[in-house]
C-alpha cells in the first residue's frame, strides 16, 4: 500500500471514529441505554465497511499505479517486436479506464411538445411525449447490460393515453478482432432513427414520417446478434431475433394505416415466436464526414396459427441511407420500403373493412440543415426536410370486386431550428405543411434533453 493511500485510510478512520464518539455524547443523555447501544453498533458496523471500501479502493489504485510503472518501466522494444506495439498500447489504456471507469452509469432523455394545426387551433396540445430513463451496468472491462426505461405521455393507467415499455434489456459481450454478441431485447439496426433516436440527434420537434411510419421506430425485438468493425470503415450488424405478428391486424381502425408495422409490432410482450426473423445491416465510414449504408429484415409472421388465414405471410423491410457533414453542412437522405407477402387470403376475410393488409409501404426523404451561429455553448442550426410516403401503396390481387383503393403519396415539407444550449439541451421549432391532407398542417415547439 503506498504511504500516500495508507495515511488517507487512516484518517478516515479516525474521522469515522471521533464522530463516533461525538454523536454518542448527546445520544447517552437523550436516550435509553439499549437504543443507545443499537446506534452504536450500527455507526461501529458502518465503519467496518468503510474501512473495507477503503481497503478495496486502495488495492485497485495499486493496482493501477504497478501496471503505469510497469509500462513506464519498460525496454523499448525491438525492432521485431515494434509492428505489435502499436496494437497493444490502445489496448493498455482501455483496461486502465475500464479499471477506473464506473460500473454502473445512468443516463436519460426526454422531450416536451406543442403542436398547433393551422386550420383548427382548438385541436391545439401539448404532450409529455416521453421520459426516458437508461441504466448499463458493467460486469467486467468484456461484459455489459444495457437497458433502457421509457413512459410516454405522461400518466399511465388503465383510464389514460401514456404508457410505460422497456425500450431496451440486453447484455452484450467483446470478443477479439472487434466482435461483438449480445442476447436480449435490442433496437433493430434499421435507418438513420431508430437507433439514435434521442431528440438531441435529430432535427424537428416530431421525428420525421418516413421512419415513424415505414420503419416503425423506436423498434426492438428479442433475440440474438453479432456485430462488429473492419480496419476498412465498414461496420456490420447481424442477427435472429422475432418479428412480427399480423394476427394482431385490426381492419376495422385507422392504426394500420398510420403505420403497417406499427400495427404488428411484438415490443417483447410475450412475442409469438414460431416463425422467427433475420435481419443484416452494413455502414461504411471510410471518408470523414460520411456515413452510408443500409439495412434488411425478413421473417414470417402467421406463427402457423389454428384458423388464421395468413399463416404464409412474410414481412420484409430493407432501407438504404447516407448522411455527410461537411464544414457546416448536415446532409441527409434516406429510402424505405416494406412488404407483406401472401396476403390474399388474408384480406378476403376482411373485405368491408376499410384497413386491408397492404402488400406494400414505402418512403424517402431529403434533409439539409446549416450550423449558422455558434456563440458560447448556443448553437443554432436551420433546416429544412422533404419527405413522401405510403402507407398503402399496394394491394395483392383479390377476386373480382374484391378491389380496395390504395393509399395516396403523402408528402410533407418541413422548415425549422434546433437551437442547442450546452451538450445536452435542444430547444426547437418548425412547421409543417402537408400536400394531400392540408388540415394537418401545423407549427411545433419542442424542449428536449439527453444526459
Do not use: C
Not at 354 to 359: A, D, F, G, I, N
Amino acid at each position: 500500500m503506498s504511504q500516500t493511500m495508507s495515511k488517507m485510510m487512516n484518517k478516515r478512520v479516525i474521522a469515522a471514529a471521533l464522530a463516533a464518539a461525538f454523536l454518542g455524547a448527546p445520544l447517552a443523555a437523550t436516550a435509553g441505554e439499549a437504543e443507545l447501544m443499537q446506534r452504536i453498533e450500527k455507526m461501529a458496523a458502518e465503519l467496518e465497511q468503510l474501512k473495507a471500501e477503503l481497503r478495496a479502493s486502495v488495492k485497485k489504485t495499486e493496482a493501477v499505479e504497478q501496471r503505469q510503472q510497469a509500462m513506464a518501466a519498460a525496454p523499448a522494444p525491438a525492432p521485431a517486436a515494434a509492428a505489435a506495439a502499436p496494437a497493444a498500447a490502445p489496448q493498455a489504456a482501455a483496461e486502465l479506464a475500464a479499471a477506473s471507469a464506473p460500473k454502473t452509469i445512468v443516463t436519460g432523455y426526454g422531450e416536451i411538445n406543442y403542436n398547433r394545426p393551422t386550420k383548427d387551433a382548438s385541436a391545439a396540445q401539448a404532450d409529455v411525449r416521453r421520459a426516458v430513463i437508461g441504466i448499463t451496468h458493467r460486469f467486467d472491462d468484456k461484459t455489459k447490460m444495457v437497458s433502457e426505461f421509457e413512459w410516454e405521455h405522461a400518466v399511465v393507467s388503465a383510464d389514460d393515453k401514456g404508457e410505460s415499455e422497456i425500450e431496451q434489456l440486453y447484455i452484450e459481450r467483446e470478443f477479439s478482432n472487434g466482435l461483438r454478441g449480445k442476447a436480449g431485447l435490442f433496437l433493430i439496426p434499421s435507418g438513420l432513427l431508430n437507433t439514435n433516436h434521442e431528440p438531441t440527434a435529430y432535427y424537428g420537434v416530431e421525428r420525421n414520417f418516413v421512419e415513424t411510419a415505414i420503419i416503425p421506430s423506436t423498434w426492438r425485438e428479442v433475440g440474438v446478434g453479432l456485430s462488429g468493425d473492419t480496419a476498412a470503415g465498414l461496420t456490420w450488424d447481424t442477427g435472429i431475433t422475432t418479428g412480427f405478428d399480423l394476427g394482431k391486424w385490426d381492419a376495422a381502425s385507422e392504426e394500420g394505416r398510420e403505420s403497417p408495422l406499427g400495427a404488428i409490432h411484438q415490443e417483447g410482450q410475450q412475442a409469438k415466436s414460431r416463425d422467427l426473423s433475420v435481419h443484416a445491416a452494413l455502414n461504411w465510414r471510410g471518408v470523414p464526414g460520411l456515413l452510408v449504408g443500409g439495412s434488411v429484415f425478413t421473417g414470417k409472421a402467421g406463427h402457423k396459427a389454428a384458423g388464421f388465414a395468413g399463416q404464409d405471410a412474410r414481412v420484409t423491410v430493407y432501407d438504404l441511407h447516407t448522411r455527410y457533414t461537411p464544414g457546416h453542412w448536415d446532409l441527409a437522405a434516406l429510402y424505405a420500403r416494406g412488404q407483406i407477402s401472401n396476403t390474399e387470403a388474408l384480406n378476403a376475410t376482411l373485405v368491408g373493412s376499410p384497413t386491408p393488409v397492404p402488400s406494400s409501404f414505402a418512403g424517402w426523404y431529403m434533409q439539409a440543415a446549416y450550423q449558422l451561429l455558434k456563440s458560447g455553448d448556443y448553437v443554432l442550426s436551420p433546416f429544412v426536410r422533404y419527405e413522401q410516403f405510403n402507407t398503402a401503396k399496394t394491394y395483392a390481387a383479390l377476386p373480382q370486386g374484391l378491389d380496395v383503393a390504395t393509399g395516396t403519396d403523402e408528402k410533407v415539407a418541413t422548415v425549422g431550428a434546433n437551437l442547442k444550449v450546452g451538450e445536452g439541451v435542444v430547444l426547437k421549432a418548425d412547421y409543417q405543411k402537408f400536400r394531400e391532407d392540408k388540415t394537418r398542417d401545423r407549427l411545433n415547439l419542442g424542449v428536449g434533453f439527453s444526459y
